[in-house]
């Protein structure tokens, strides 16, 4: 089966409790849903491919691929949108940062040392840590 028909088939499991109830909402027959997600949705007629996407969130960002675009990241989008050219970058630093993070599959977290504007590549021996973390103390207490 296609990409674009499992994840319609996925979605509509996901969203709604069966795919009778999607066709109640949608307005499109059971039995024509049930064909195209059995045989895939190139069967259907484009009109019908996109108001089930429309129904479901999912939006076509290539020609082949189709990607959930749910509240969060169009939240996210609409903020961007706002922002400066500064902003934009300070943004997708962090992004960056976080990605990389997430990607590496540590086994256990390590402190890094951390001056308020960049984490440093080196891991900090137990003496560093120690005072790095009565500096952060420090700074805390001192209103900083």
């Not at 007629?45 to 108001?51: A, C, P, Q, T």
Request: aromatic share 8%.
């Amino acid at each position: 089966m296609d990409k674009i028909t499992e994840l319609i088939k996925d979605e509509i499991k996901r969203q709604y409790k069966s795919l009778k109830q999607f066709s109640d909402v949608s307005g499109i027959p059971y039995s024509t849903l049930s064909n195209a997600l059995s045989r895939g949705v190139g069967t259907m007629s484009y009109d019908s491919v996109v108001k089930i996407c429309s129904i479901l969130g999912l939006k076509q960002a290539y020609d082949t691929d189709l990607t959930i675009f749910n509240e969060q990241f169009n939240e996210i989008c609409a903020m961007l949108e706002d922002l400066d050219e500064q902003g934009v970058h300070t943004v997708k630093t962090i992004l960056q940062v976080e990605y990389d993070r997430c990607k590496k599959n540590w086994r256990s977290p390590k402190l890094k040392s951390f001056n308020g504007i960049a984490i440093a590549s080196e891991e900090l021996d137990i003496d560093k840590q120690c005072r790095v973390k009565a500096l952060l103390k420090q700074s805390t207490s001192d209103g900083y």
